[in-house]
């Protein structure tokens, strides 16, 4: 059974920076592809960034330049490095792999 643990969130102030964490259990973090997403208050959840198994990495246009998708195989463990923080990025942020997802990691940002 694939288990998802996401954590690193907390409260930052706006251009700072925070690392989340996406530890996986139950199955091989290589080869496979693995994504963040967030949702914000009163909203859908939206993609963040993703990184294939090869280590190619997708983001999407908001958060190209600031966010940085990396995995370590050995830890089973993806991050998600996350600089310049607006108040727009808040929400709660979740990783995903195949359809199964973690419980997500609150991100605070106060302007």
């Known amino acids: 059974q694939v288990q998802l643990v996401e954590s690193g969130g907390g409260l930052v102030q706006a251009g700072g920076s925070l690392r989340l964490s996406c530890v996986v259990s139950?199955?091989?973090?290589?080869?496979?592809?693995m994504d963040w997403y967030r949702q914000a208050p009163g909203k859908q959840r939206e993609a963040v960034a993703s990184i294939r198994g090869g280590g190619r990495t997708i983001y999407a246009d908001s958060m190209k330049g600031r966010f940085t998708i990396s995995r370590d195989n050995g830890k089973n463990t993806v991050y998600l490095q996350m600089n310049s923080l607006k108040p727009e990025d808040m929400g709660v942020y979740y990783c995903?792999?195949?359809?199964?997802w973690g419980q997500g990691t609150q991100v605070t940002v106060s302007s």
């Open positions: 995903k792999m195949f359809e199964v």
């Open positions: 139950g199955i091989p973090l290589s080869p496979y592809t």
